[in-house]
């Protein structure tokens, strides 16, 4: 849930990627679908807390937290409630715009929250809280990329954005796999601050890369701790709803 990118391809298709920067000894879950009022969600769960950083409707949506909002923030807690039941809210609720601009944010800790939604047109929505005030802003399909405040600072975010421009003008086109290995890369930097990154007590523990072509979206992920990877099509689910009937 630490650095993320968004690279937008024709037709309102696109790939976005997320590394978990985490505890090594914080373990997930392979992505599974979890199932609330007859509505299917995927997303690989937290093992210890039992939620996510990330995860697909089949309502066409997906939802993506950081931590932190501008800068390192000091922690407070207890705080009201976790960062992710916001992401369930988001994931759940039936206009994720009015949902982000209702929410009530009092008591929690600051973070960064994207969504995007193609369920009518799409649309790219970010959510900094920064534990006093809401920043809610509508995004361009740009590319984009993200780095969590609450482990670099403006400085090192500065230089992050920079080797991912260097790496977009290097492509002809969007693929998967180089996306993948633009996450992959512990070579730009120090092993501290590089993409997939490493310290004595975080590291880059899994990537979670979805692509949408057309009516098809998928999640790839990728545990780089056990080695373990699994994909998964979205509206897999509604095919195996059709097959059962």
């Not at 993320?4 to 679908?33: A, C, H, Q, W």
Request: aromatic content about 12%.
């Amino acid at each position: 849930m630490c650095t993320v990118t968004y690279m937008p391809k024709n037709n309102g298709d696109f790939i976005f990627t997320s590394n978990r920067d985490e505890e090594p000894s914080r373990n997930t879950l392979l992505p599974e679908f979890y199932v609330v009022d007859d509505v299917a969600y995927l997303y690989p769960k937290d093992e210890r807390a039992g939620g996510t950083w990330i995860a697909l409707s089949e309502h066409e949506r997906l939802v993506c937290l950081l931590n932190g909002a501008y800068e390192a923030h000091e922690i407070k807690g207890p705080y009201a409630y976790s960062r992710g039941l916001v992401v369930k809210q988001i994931l759940e609720a039936e206009n994720a715009k009015w949902a982000i601009e209702d929410i009530d944010l009092e008591g929690v800790e600051p973070f960064t929250l994207i969504v995007i939604d193609w369920s009518f047109m799409p649309i790219c929505i970010e959510l900094i809280w920064d534990g006093v005030k809401k920043d809610i802003r509508i995004l361009s399909h740009s590319a984009k990329i993200w780095s969590s405040s609450t482990l670099y600072d403006k400085e090192i975010k500065k230089e992050r954005q920079q080797w991912f421009e260097d790496f977009r003008k290097e492509q002809e086109s969007v693929s998967q796999e180089a996306v993948l290995g633009f996450h992959n890369n512990d070579t730009l930097g120090t092993p501290e601050i590089s993409i997939k990154m490493k310290r004595s007590y975080v590291e880059t523990t899994s990537i979670t890369s979805i692509e949408k072509n057309g009516d098809h979206v998928v999640m790839h992920y990728f545990d780089l701790l056990t080695g373990e990877q699994k994909s998964v099509d979205l509206f897999s689910y509604r095919a195996q709803l059709s097959v059962n009937e």
